[in-house]
């Protein structure tokens, strides 16, 4: 199979948008983490390694991690294409990315899977005028093949997070919004989402510092208008979120 080669000149690749955080660029190792958000994990240019708790490390060319599996990554420095959907739909959504996939440890893995329109995003240094509509056609393309859907009253409080200017609503607000006791909404945010509800509200802080450094910001700048207490607080949850310094993927970012 006839693949061009990697580029070694390109920059990592963000977009955050309303329904997705998408992310394209050479990764080496990222130790354990869990995300707040299902995810979607395709080598651009060959496989690369994954572990979940209890495993052996295994040689995948794409895969699906639902929200809140703990797993380390290894790509030895290859680009790695990482895309997370919004849970207002179905967390599962992303499943159908990963063809022929063999479930291990509450994820999909596969020696196949969507790559090419990733790959195409990656390598067009133009990509970022057109980065939101080509994966609001993948997404709906996945959603298409999935029959679940979730709780419009937890996909409500999802949205109403994602507009809220720090993320930082309350569960007792929310749940009064959609007519709901706060430990009911808990409980039905875990069982829809796959995270608890505090897990995914730092995951929406956390995008929308990553979505400020994009736009321009520097890292103390988009911590304090995220909600963040300052850098530091910004950084250690960088790290926890995706197993590696927010300063390895963050600071020569494409624009």
């Known amino acids: 199979m006839n693949e061009p080669a990697t580029s070694s000149t390109l920059g990592p690749l963000w977009h955050v948008d309303g329904a997705h955080t998408f992310f394209a660029g050479p990764l080496t190792y990222n130790a354990s983490h869990r995300h707040g958000a299902p995810v979607y994990l395709a080598g651009l240019y060959g496989g690369f390694r994954i572990r979940f708790d209890g495993t052996a490390w295994i040689t995948c060319r794409t895969a699906f991690v639902p929200a809140g599996l703990a797993h380390e990554i290894d790509c030895g420095g290859e680009p790695l294409a990482v895309l997370y959907l919004e849970p207002e739909a179905s967390p599962h959504a992303l499943t159908t990315l990963v063809r022929g996939g063999d479930p291990i440890a509450g994820a999909l893995v596969a020696a196949q899977g969507e790559i090419i329109p990733l790959r195409t995003l990656y390598e067009d240094r133009g990509a970022c005028a057109w980065t939101g509509a080509a994966l609001a056609d993948l997404a709906v393309y996945s959603l298409r093949r999935v029959g679940t859907e979730t709780d419009a009253r937890i996909a409500r409080v999802v949205s109403r997070l994602g507009d809220h200017r720090e993320g ?47 736009a321009g910001a520097n890292f103390t700048g988009a911590a304090h208008a995220s909600g963040f207490a300052d850098q530091a607080h910004f950084a250690n949850d960088f790290r926890r979120t995706f197993g590696a310094p927010a300063s390895r993927s963050l600071l020569r970012i494409r624009r």
């Open 168 to 214: 930082t609503m309350s569960a007792e607000s929310l749940a009064r919004s959609v007519g709901l006791s706060s430990s009911r909404l808990q409980h039905l945010f875990t069982e829809n989402v796959g995270v608890p509800f505090r897990r995914y509200r730092a995951w929406v802080r956390m995008r929308r510092a990553i979505a400020a450094v994009v």
